[in-house]
């Protein structure tokens, strides 16, 4: 991403560019599985697994992603990330723009 803030025209194309966004995290785990006699889990191996997890008001919440849902859920975070640096990004431009006109005056 470059320095510079994006005029206000760009933003909405931006951040369209930038679907699907979400902020989360994406993990793989190996975890036994529920039937009872999976000849795996006796054996002591266990089973791949992904999970997604996600906060919101201070509550974590985590749930298993289908494997063909990874590759688009990894995306989305990374997407979610970049819209998250663009956003902190933002204030500080701003003020910028602002010091800048004020001087100008």
């Known amino acids: 991403m470059h320095n510079a803030l994006l ?14 966004a979400i902020k989360g995290s994406l993990a793989k785990v190996y975890k036994p599985c529920i039937r009872k006699n999976c000849p795996a889990c006796r054996r002591g191996d266990k089973h791949q697994a ?43 431009e701003l003020l910028k723009e602002y010091r800048k006109t004020v001087r100008n005056l």
């Open 50 to 92: 992904w999970i997604l997890s996600l906060s919101s008001r201070g509550r974590r919440k985590t749930m298993y992603v289908p494997q063909a849902m990874v590759s688009t859920l990894g995306k989305a975070i990374r997407n979610g990330r970049r819209i998250e640096y663009l956003l902190y990004r933002t204030g500080p």
């Open 7 to 20: 005029p206000k025209k760009q933003w909405p194309n931006q951040i369209a560019s930038l679907w699907p």
